[in-house]
């Protein structure tokens, strides 16, 4: 059974930085592609970054230069780097694997 649990959300300031943790199991992270999506109120989930298997990344506009994902192959654990946060980034974050698995999320809120 594949499970991914995320954590690390909170309030945070404009400005200010959080980090993501996703712990998976069930799955090894290394093996296959794993992404953060995330979903503010009243609009669609989108994707933010994506990690693949050889180590490449991709980032949706609105973060790059911002945000960094990554892995540690010995914990099976993605994260996701977040810094000089906006307002707009304010949304409940998702760690997806293998474009086929879920987490149940964490809320990020920034504001002052």
């Known amino acids: 059974q594949v499970q991914l649990v995320e954590s690390g959300g909170g309030l945070v300031q404009p400005g200010g930085s959080l980090r993501l943790s996703c712990a998976a199991s069930g799955i090894d992270v290394n093996r296959g592609v794993m992404g953060w999506y995330r979903q503010a109120p009243g609009k669609q989930r989108e994707l933010v970054a994506t990690?693949?298997?050889?180590?490449?990344?991709n980032y949706t506009d609105s973060v790059k230069g911002r945000f960094t994902i990554s892995r540690d192959n010995s914990k099976n654990t993605v994260y996701l780097q977040m810094k000089r946060l906006k307002p707009e980034d304010t949304a409940v974050y998702y760690c997806?694997?293998?474009?086929?698995?879920w987490g149940k999320g964490t809320l990020v809120t920034v504001s002052s």
């Open positions: 997806n694997g293998f474009w086929r698995y």
């Open positions: 990690l693949f298997s050889g180590g490449n990344t």
